[in-house]
């Protein structure tokens, strides 16, 4: 009679060798934080030798992060694993032979979002690399947003194809999933609590043991897989549906000549047992590797998982993919704000000079996956205008000219359009920024509440803004 996992996993003993597969935002903070566990006893990050990425080997082996923007105790952390001899990075996945567990974490972008078909090849790649050199006992674990269904279908299918073992019985298989923003993933990760979804019981127990020492404040919460993948689907899903009702709120305050924020404020003043009136900020559009798509695994989820049995309004559109739609608009409406803007200074946006600050989706940060600030960008250039783009951060983006020189990027600029709430467009002087930009009147156009408009307007510009009805119609002298 073959042996249970339970009787396999305790013939390998504990957890002490791990492999982390993707070392990008996710996979160089999960690694640095196991690496630092006393529960574990070295750490493999996995990455492709590329011309694109190759370059991270040899900078983390070095104790330095390739991810630039503020990340708060990460370089410190690397330096002293490696240091201690903790962790390496390689290029050779043989090694995922050596390991006890073995997480991956790697992006999961949409082919075509009409057709909810994911491009799950980079995933499908790193998961045939495990099946590879899998050993009974080990514990494979996918912190990637996925599809609902894939752990326990494909995952499972092409790691027992590549291995020749059995999930359940000769090696554990879960989804854990990533819950970090760029900007605190060290502390996320620690002090978040953990979803962990195991295929069976076993195999939830044994994720559990390799998440549990890197947590300081957070806990882990069993569940099944499909359950895990369906929670992180949710979680970034509702914070975009929230973050379209906000901007759709902002439209209508624009619309009817009121602040935003005046009704914010007030909105959110309603406290007592039993309300919940929370509100987050409009701006310029949602970017990100994660919540511009992970709406459309969660619709991916239901249509394969349970269509027959939705019972839901027949031709009614879905709620979660509208959201979508509305925060695909946003960078539109900066457009439409800066041509307005610009009709008021006497010019047209055919031939006027843009300055486009910040291209990351995120301030203080160097992520540019899918920036809002690129519609805005592909929509000003088919009107005619000349754009350039500054941001303190970001250091290249494919068929992109970046500049860190901010006062350069302004010069003689009839429109300054701000994308990005970077700390350093926080503290614009409006005077300084006035001398430097045309010689008529210039527009500010703030996407993200980051400067105060009167200051600009006092200064001689033309002021527009996101939720900003009080303002954006302001006289002009």
Known sequence: MKPSLAHVIAERGPIRKIGVIGMGYVGIPAAALFADSPAFGHVYGFQRDSPSSGYKIAMLNRGESPLKGEEPGLEDLLAKVVTAGK??????????????????????????????????????????????????GMLVVLESTITPGTTAGIAREILEKESGLIAGKDFALAHAPERVMVGRLIRNIREHDRIVG????????????????????????????????????????????????????????????????????????????GITRAMLWPGAGVGGHCLTK????????????????????????????????????????????TRQGLERAGKELK??????LGWAFLGNSDDARDPPSEMFYELAREAGAKITIHDP???????????????????????????????????????????????????????????????????????????????NGHGIW
């Open 87 to 136: 962790f390496s990075c390689t290029s050779d996945f043989s090694k995922i032979g050596e390991c006890d567990a073995v997480t991956l974490a790697i992006q999961t972008p949409f082919l075509d979002k009409k057709d909810l078909l994911p491009d799950f090849s980079a995933l499908y790649e790193g998961v045939k690399n495990v099946g590879h050199y899998l050993k009974p």
């Open 393 to 471: 951060w970001v250091e290249s983006y494919p068929g992109i000219t970046l500049t860190k020189d901010q006062m350069g990027a302004v010069k003689g600029a009839d429109a300054v359009v701000i994308f990005t709430g970077h700390n350093e467009y926080r503290h614009l002087d409006p005077r300084e920024l006035r001398r430097v930009c045309c010689s008529g009147r210039p527009v500010m156009v703030d996407g993200r509440n980051v400067i105060d408009p009167d200051a600009f307007i006092s200064a001689g510009f033309v002021y527009k803004g996101i939720g900003r009805g009080d303002k």
């Open 198 to 273: 195991g295929i069976d019981d076993v195999s939830t127990k044994r994720a559990t043991e390799l998440y549990s020492p890197i947590l300081t404040i957070g806990k882990v919460i069993p569940m099944s897989a499909t359950a895990a993948e369906v929670t992180k689907t949710t979680e970034n899903t509702f914070r975009d549906l929230q973050i379209a009702a906000v901007n759709e709120l902002a439209l209508y305050c624009e619309a009817m000549g009121i602040n935003f924020y005046d009704v914010r404020t007030g909105v959110d003043s309603l406290k007592g047992e």
């Open 351 to 356: 031939g006027s000079k843009i300055a486009l």
């Open 294 to 337: 992970d709406t459309f695994h969660l619709e991916r989820g239901v249509q394969v998982l349970g269509k027959d049995r939705l019972d839901y309004p027949a031709g009614e559109p879905s709620l979660y993919v509208l959201a979508r739609h509305i925060n695909d608009f946003m960078p539109r409406h900066m457009l439409t704000l």
